[in-house]
């Protein structure tokens, strides 16, 4: 027995119904398609997630999820990285220099008790602190 002599399983094959030839066909003049409407025109085509006027499934269901466009800054706590609070004055560079940031960093939050207190050290416009 070899490749060659595989054959499909009794009846699970049929060949394909073709339409439109000839009345004695069964499937002439209409082509199985009906008398008149939309679908039995040529070059009809159902728009996806058509559902015949009633309303689709995914405008049916509630819209979730929202993601924002603007930079949130990184946040840094002075309460736990003593580091940045002992700074003679506070900039983008100086706080890299103390602490580990990622290059993508473009703005930090300096949050904490004594976040306050570091207002006056500030002297970068990428550096807020909270409550001024």
Same mark, same amino acid.
């Given at each position: 027995?070899?490749?060659?002599?595989?054959?499909?399983?009794?009846?699970?094959?049929?060949?394909?119904?073709?339409?439109?030839?000839?009345?004695?066909?069964?499937?002439?003049?209409?082509?199985?398609?009906?008398?008149?409407?939309?679908?039995?025109?040529?070059?009809?085509?159902?728009?996806?997630?058509?559902?015949?006027?009633?309303?689709?499934?995914?405008?049916?269901?509630?819209?979730?999820?929202?993601?924002? !466009?603007? &930079?949130?800054?990184?946040?840094?706590? *002075?309460?736990? =990285? +003593?580091? /940045?609070?002992?700074? %003679?004055?506070?900039?983008?560079?100086?706080? !890299?220099? &103390?602490?580990?940031?990622?290059?993508? *960093?473009?703005? =930090? +939050?300096? /949050?904490?008790?004594? %976040?306050?207190?570091?207002?006056?050290?500030?002297?970068?416009?990428?550096?807020?602190?909270?409550?001024?």
């Amino acid at each position: 027995m070899g490749i060659e002599n595989l054959t499909p399983a009794e009846g699970s094959t049929s060949n394909r119904k073709r339409v439109g030839r000839g009345q004695g066909s069964g499937t002439g003049k209409t082509a199985a398609r009906g008398q008149k409407g939309q679908k039995s025109r040529s070059g009809y085509k159902r728009k996806r997630n058509f559902e015949g006027g009633q309303q689709p499934l995914a405008k049916r269901l509630p819209k979730i999820g929202f993601t924002s !466009r603007l &930079v949130k800054p990184y946040v840094i706590n *002075v309460e736990k =990285i +003593k580091a /940045v609070a002992e700074l %003679a004055e506070i900039t983008m560079e100086s706080i !890299r220099s &103390v602490h580990k940031i990622g290059a993508g *960093v473009t703005n =930090i +939050k300096l /949050v904490g008790a004594s %976040a306050k207190d570091l207002a006056s050290k500030i002297k970068d416009e990428n550096v807020t602190t909270t409550g001024k």
